[in-house]
């Protein structure tokens, strides 16, 4: 689907008193009255309204890094570090439960590999290098298993891509990003622990699919791209995450796009194959009710019998490893 993407802490400068302005001593607190000023200076008080008010003081432009002093910083990291760093680029935002499943796996238990994986982000955060969102699933309460990690434009830099205006995502991408990469990471987690060969897994903009069609060149956007390897069977699977926020005739519309880059066979002719499209709803309501979208389409446009599988967040990885065995 479509999608709408951190630096050192800034020092602000906090605007310092004169030392010519008298000084008020603040009211003693439990007394219940103010104390007389010791200065018989007379002090101007201004006052003004809402719509007169002066814009803030801009702050100063932070000074930008150094290539010497990138270098030193990624010189201080280790593997484990820059693979955190090479997620939050893949993934673009990833929580501390997806990262520990794709990086803290070797500790004795889930509290000690959280509890590093803390550290180091902490760590990488501190470095300028990753940036946690304003706002947490779960809201405040949630605590550090609720943050929201992204890689800043600084970690952008230190990995050779460009540096990115930074601006807090909207709910929906932010959201949808999220579900993309629960159903990633879960995968990744199952496959390790099924012993399946997970040989590719791609996101955004990596699995998108350019071809030709009688009106021009499209471009299909699935949100992952999965190849399994088993025992005795592979499997490919093009995902889609849905989060009930689009209508069923839009689904249906998708779901015409990727008939026709089926029937392009570019897919197939580069691959040898055309993956399986698996539709992973937001509940059961919306599975049933694109079943019969798709059992309709099928029956108007010969779509192959086995080209569309829909499913729900809850059986979508025994979904996925399932097809290998």
């Not at 104390?35 to 003081?57: A, C, F, M, V, Y």
């Not at 019998?305 to 097809?323: C, G, K, M, Q, Y």
């Amino acid at each position: 689907m479509n999608q709408p993407q951190n630096h050192d802490p800034v020092p602000i400068d906090q605007p310092i008193a004169s030392s010519s302005q008298s000084q008020t001593p603040a009211p003693t607190a439990g007394s219940g009255r103010l104390t007389r000023p010791t200065s018989l200076t007379r002090t101007k008080i201004t006052t003004t309204s809402p719509t007169s008010q002066e814009p803030p003081p801009r702050l100063k432009p932070k000074r930008r890094i150094s290539q010497a002093r990138l270098y030193e910083i990624r010189q201080q990291l280790g593997t484990r570090d820059l693979a955190v760093l090479e997620s939050l680029r893949t993934w673009k935002l990833l929580k501390i439960e997806h990262l520990r499943r794709l990086h803290f796996v070797q500790h004795a238990t889930k509290d000690t590999a959280l509890r590093v994986a803390r550290r180091v982000l902490s760590r990488l955060e501190d470095t300028g290098l990753i940036r946690r969102l304003e706002r947490k699933i779960g809201g405040v309460r949630a605590g550090s298993s609720g943050s929201i990690f992204c890689l800043s434009p600084l970690g952008h830099r230190l990995l050779g891509g460009q540096t990115k205006y930074w601006r807090e995502p909207s709910k929906m991408y932010g959201d949808h990003t999220l579900a993309i990469a629960e159903l990633g990471s879960l995968a990744i987690d199952a496959a390790r622990t099924a012993q399946v060969d997970l040989a590719e897994i791609s996101t955004e903009p990596n699995v998108w699919r350019a071809y030709s069609s009688p009106t021009g060149t499209k471009t299909l956007k699935p949100d992952l791209l999965i190849r399994l390897a088993g025992p005795k069977f592979e499997a490919s699977w093009f995902i889609e995450v849905d989060l009930g926020t689009e209508s069923t005739p839009t689904l249906r519309k998708r779901c015409q796009i990727y008939l026709d880059h089926y029937q392009s066979d570019e897919e197939q002719d580069q691959h040898g194959y055309y993956p399986s499209v698996l539709w992973v709803m937001h509940s059961e309501d919306r599975k049933d009710a694109l079943t019969e979208t798709i059992e309709r389409l099928h029956h108007t446009h010969s779509t192959p019998p086995n080209l569309f599988h829909v499913t729900t967040n809850n059986h979508a990885i025994d979904r996925i490893i399932d097809s290998v065995r």
